[in-house]
C-alpha cells in the first residue's frame, strides 16, 4: 500500500495531518453533505472511535482501521462493505443507500448494535452469524422473521414497518426487553407471553384483536397498543381528491337547474347565463382530468392491495 506522501497533494497532507490533531480532542469524525467522497483511506490510521458519513455520493468504502467502534453510513449510495475492515466495530448503521443483502455484514464478528433503515429482499440469515444484542430493521421488507429465532442474546428489537403477519417466531427470544412491532398488520399477541424479561413494548397501528397478554404480564413498565391501523398517506391524499371532486359536482348541478329557467329570461340575462357556462366548462375540462386521474389511481390502489 502507498504512503500517504504518495497518495496526496502537499496541501491535502496538510489538512490531514490538522484534521487528526482536531480528532484526538473527541474521537469523533462527522463529515456531512460532501458531494464527492472517492476516498475515506486516509482515515485507516487516525485513533477515532466513531465515524459518521452523512449523504455523501460517490463513496468508495475502503477502510482499514483498529480503533473504530461505531460507523455510520447515511444515504451515502454505497453497494457493499467487502473493503471495510474494522476489527473492533460494535455498533453498524445504513440507512437508506443500496446495498444488496449479501453485502459482507457478516465479516464484523465484533458487532453488538446493528441498525438496517429501508432495504428490500433483507436476507436474515446473514444476520444471525453475529452476536448483536441489539437490531433494528426499521422500514425493511423481512415479511419472514423465521430466523431472528436463533438471536437469542437479543435485548432490543426493532421491526417498525416492516410488513409483519406473524410474530410467532419471537417467542424463542427470552432474553428481549424491548420491542418495537409498530406499523405491522399484527393480529395476535400471544407469543409475547413467553417473554417474561420484557418491559417495553410498542405495538400501535397494527390489527390486534385481543391485548390480554399485555395486561397480564408481569413486568410490563410500558406498552403502547392501539386496535386501529394507521391510515395511509396515499389514502389521505386519496380522500382530499374526492373531496375536491365532489366541491366541483356542484357546478354540473347548477347547469341542470338553469336548463328548466331559461326561457324566462331575458337578452341580457341570458348574456350573464352564457358567461357563466363557459366559465362552468373551463372549470370541468380539469374536473374530466380529475376524474380520470381518480379513477386510473383508484383502480391502481385496488390492484396493488390484491397483490398483497
Known amino acids: 500500500m502507498k504512503n500517504i506522501n504518495e497518495l496526496y497533494t502537499h496541501e ?6 490538522k484534521l487528526q490533531k482536531d480528532i ?19 482515515m485507516n490510521n487516525f485513533d477515532i472511535e466513531e465515524l459518521i458519513i452523512n449523504s455523501c455520493r460517490n463513496v468508495v468504502p475502503k477502510l482499514n482501521n483498529q480503533y473504530i467502534k461505531k460507523l455510520i453510513f447515511n444515504e451515502c449510495v454505497i453497494t457493499d462493505l467487502e473493503f471495510i475492515l474494522l476489527p473492533n466495530l460494535e ?57 431472528l429465532q436463533f438471536l437469542k442474546q437479543l435485548t432490543k428489537l426493532s421491526l417498525y414497518n416492516c410488513y ?5 417466531h419471537l417467542k424463542t427470544l427470552v432474553n428481549l426487553k424491548e420491542l418495537n412491532i409498530s406499523e405491522n398488520k399484527i ?29 397480564n404480564h408481569p413486568n410490563f413498565s ?11 398517506r396515499q389514502d389521505v391524499i386519496f380522500a382530499n381528491k374526492l373531496r375536491d371532486i365532489n366541491s366541483q359536482m356542484a357546478s354540473l348541478r347548477i347547469i341542470s337547474k338553469l336548463h328548466s ?20 366548462c373551463r372549470i370541468n375540462k380539469q374536473f374530466v382530468v380529475s376524474i380520470i386521474s381518480l379513477f386510473q389511481e383508484l383502480s391502481t390502489q385496488l390492484y396493488c392491495q390484491d397483490i398483497q
Open 24 to 42: 484526538q480532542k473527541n474521537k469523533t469524525l462527522h463529515i456531512d453533505k460532501i458531494h464527492t467522497l472517492y476516498n475515506i483511506e486516509f
Open 187 to 215: 393480529v395476535y399477541l400471544e407469543p409475547l407471553k413467553e417473554l417474561k424479561q420484557i418491559v417495553v413494548l410498542n405495538a400501535e397501528y397494527n390489527q390486534i384483536v385481543d391485548i390480554s397478554v399485555i395486561k
Open 164 to 168: 409483519l403477519f406473524d410474530i410467532s
Open 91 to 147: 455498533v453498524l448503521e445504513l440507512r437508506d443507500n443500496q446495498l444488496s443483502f449479501g453485502m459482507h455484514i457478516n465479516q464484523f464478528t465484533t458487532l453488538r448494535e446493528l441498525s438496517l433503515f429501508s432495504y428490500r429482499n433483507l436476507n436474515l440469515q446473514l444476520i444471525i452469524q453475529l452476536k448483536i444484542t441489539k437490531l433494528n430493521l426499521r422500514s425493511c421488507s423481512v415479511y419472514n422473521i423465521d430466523s
Open 222 to 232: 410500558s406498552y403502547n397498543v392501539n386496535y386501529q391501523t394507521k391510515p395511509r
Open 12 to 17: 491535502e497532507q496538510i489538512m490531514i495531518k
Open 261 to 280: 329557467d331559461l326561457k324566462s329570461k331575458t337578452y341580457k340575462e341570458l348574456q350573464n347565463v352564457d358567461c357563466f357556462l363557459q366559465q362552468i
